[in-house]
């Protein structure tokens, strides 16, 4: 099984999100990996499944 491994841009074009959105999903606790002195990246399936969990659906867009 291949897990999608994106890094910020990619995730929000995965989603369909602004980048506006992007961060208030990460405010808001969504999982992220980083490496010690490196950018964040995000696996597409642990951020759905947070999504849902938290009570995001999607329609055309997410939203609570």
Wanted: hydrophobic fraction near 35%.
């Amino acid at each position: 099984m291949t897990q999608a491994i994106l890094n910020a841009k990619q995730l929000c074009q995965a989603l369909g999100i602004s980048t506006t959105t992007f961060y208030k999903f990460k405010k808001a606790g969504m999982p992220y990996h980083q490496l010690p002195k490196s950018r964040a990246y995000f696996i597409l399936n642990e951020v759905e499944d947070w999504l849902s969990k938290a009570g995001y659906h999607q329609s055309t867009t997410w939203t609570k």
